[in-house]
């Protein structure tokens, strides 16, 4: 069985292994290039408006923008603040001198105590096919699901808002193809099922239909349920759904109606609450989906569970990447509240890489695991080398961390991603810059086992 190999790093110079990548390709050392990547961060709002964010070229000059709650922000220099649903949320606190001041938003890291949003989650996709970038929000769990259409550029007024959904259930809900037939779906919880909504993309203004791919149980899939994910785990070509205790068989011809073959998987300890979005991909190589996920959204832990066949059944083994203290691995990186991960192939090698970090404040400055902790942002970087593969996480921030959801996706066109975060810290932006540098600066880049 493949072996997880862990190397940590802490710190803002962030190293690619362009030299490994090449002696595995046979290149020679001499002729290998060495880069290292760091992230300029900037700070679109201190403002709590969202708890996600993400991407798009809404005005069609060509740049890609940045979406966080009623806002868009025009790119590439993410200044222009634009409002497209009504920001009308705001609090009062007192200034140091005594007098009550009024702050927009909802209440995070500015009123000093905890609050929550009514955006937990915002994607965009053209939903109308005018060729223009409209915007989805997934509000509060068990609230309704909006998309805002676009009005190509027709005036600075609000975005007409069509509601899709009433009542998306689950912290982690997501905008994929489930069916397969290009088109993505609404993946959440909702009613007492596991499934996903079909839209109606002839009228995509229109509440979409539930497909319930679960028996009913609202103990189990409620509002607050956590950890949920979709991919092809058994290779038959069809995106199966996982969850924290296992994964559910897509079939081959469904009747809309039958409850889909579960498989059970313990994808979280005993105890752990579940984590939030559950990602597909062989990190291994040997042509096997495997899942990474967190463990506790609120808690602890972060494992990769490699995909191996006993016969024709599918097994998974974890393989633990963080645990829940510094000590559980070798170069002493933990850190709590894993509330949002997504994949991106961060320097460009070819395999794709792990984004997550802290989300801050998920329950207040008092309550869940070492609230008080700096809010870091990672991106795990997965290795293959010969038959075993090694994952080295290097930290890009400590003062923004994720919310439930954090954004990869290149935004000024040079071909890698970048990281979008919304949260209770306000808004960030961090571009991915690759530098080129000596043999002798990439190895002093490189971690050291403690």
């Given at each position: 069985m493949t072996r997880l190999i862990i190397l940590l790093l802490a710190g803002f110079l962030i190293p690619s292994s362009g030299y490994s990548a090449a002696r595995k390709k046979g290149g020679k050392k001499g002729a290998t290039n060495y880069s290292v990547h760091t992230f300029k961060k900037s700070?679109?709002?201190?403002?709590?408006?969202?708890?996600?964010?993400?991407?798009?070229?809404?005005?069609?000059?060509?740049?890609?923008?940045?979406?966080?709650?009623p806002f868009w922000y025009a790119g590439p220099s993410f200044k222009e603040r634009n409002e497209y649903y009504p920001a009308t949320n705001s609090f009062k606190i007192k200034g140091d001198d005594g007098k009550e001041k009024t702050i927009e938003g909802f209440t995070g890291e500015l009123s000093g105590k905890n609050g929550y949003s009514n955006n937990f989650l915002t994607y965009t996709y053209d939903f109308n096919g005018d060729g223009w970038m409209d915007i989805l929000v997934f509000g509060w769990p068990g609230k309704e699901t909006i998309w805002y259409e676009n009005p190509r550029n027709k005036g600075k007024g609000l975005w007409q808002a069509h509601v899709v959904w009433d009542e998306t259930d689950n912290e982690s809900p997501q905008l994929l193809d489930v069916t397969g037939d290009g088109k993505p779906e609404l993946l959440c919880h909702a009613r007492g099922f596991l499934g996903y909504v079909e839209l109606d993309w002839k009228n995509p203004d229109k509440l979409g239909v539930l497909r319930q791919v679960s028996h009913f149980d609202k103990k189990r899939f409620f509002r607050y349920t956590h950890g949920y994910g979709a991919g092809?785990?058994?290779?038959?070509?069809?995106?199966?759904?996982?969850?924290?205790?296992?994964?559910?068989?897509?079939?081959?011809?469904?009747?809309?109606?039958?409850?889909?073959?579960?498989?059970?998987?313990?994808?979280?300890?005993?105890?752990?609450?579940?984590?939030?979005?559950?990602?597909?991909?062989?990190?291994?190589?040997?042509?096997?989906?495997?899942?990474?996920?967190?463990?506790?959204?609120?808690?602890?832990g972060l494992s990769i569970y490699l995909q191996y066949r006993d016969g024709a059944l599918v097994r998974f083994v974890e393989e633990p990447?963080?645990?829940?203290?510094?000590?559980?691995?070798?170069?002493?990186?933990?850190?709590s509240q894993l509330h949002a991960l997504v994949l991106a192939d961060i320097d460009q090698d070819g395999l794709m890489d792990i984004v997550t970090g802290k989300r801050f404040w998920a329950h207040g400055p008092s309550a869940d695991a070492e609230p008080g902790a700096p809010a870091v942002l990672y991106w795990f970087k997965v290795v293959k080398e010969r038959r075993e593969f090694k994952v080295v996480p290097y930290q890009i921030d400590d003062n923004s961390g994720v919310g439930t959801q954090v954004t990869a996706g290149d935004l000024n066109g040079d071909g890698y991603p970048d990281i979008v975060v919304g949260n209770k810290k306000g808004a960030f932006v961090f571009l991915n810059q690759a530098k080129k540098v000596t043999k002798a600066q990439w190895d002093k880049a490189q971690p050291t086992e403690r």
């Open positions: 700070k679109l709002t201190d403002k709590f408006w969202a708890e996600g964010a993400h991407y798009g070229d809404f005005n069609q000059d060509g740049k890609m923008d940045v979406v966080v709650g092809d785990i058994d290779g038959d070509g069809r995106v199966d759904i996982i969850e924290r205790d296992g994964w559910w068989k897509q079939p081959a011809d469904w009747d809309g109606k039958s409850p889909w073959k579960f498989n059970r998987v313990p994808f979280a300890p005993e105890g752990a609450r579940g984590g939030a979005q559950m990602l597909v991909y062989d990190f291994d190589g040997d042509g096997l989906n495997d899942v990474v996920t967190s463990h506790d959204g609120h808690g602890y990447v963080l645990g829940s203290k510094p000590g559980d691995n070798s170069y002493g990186v933990g850190f």
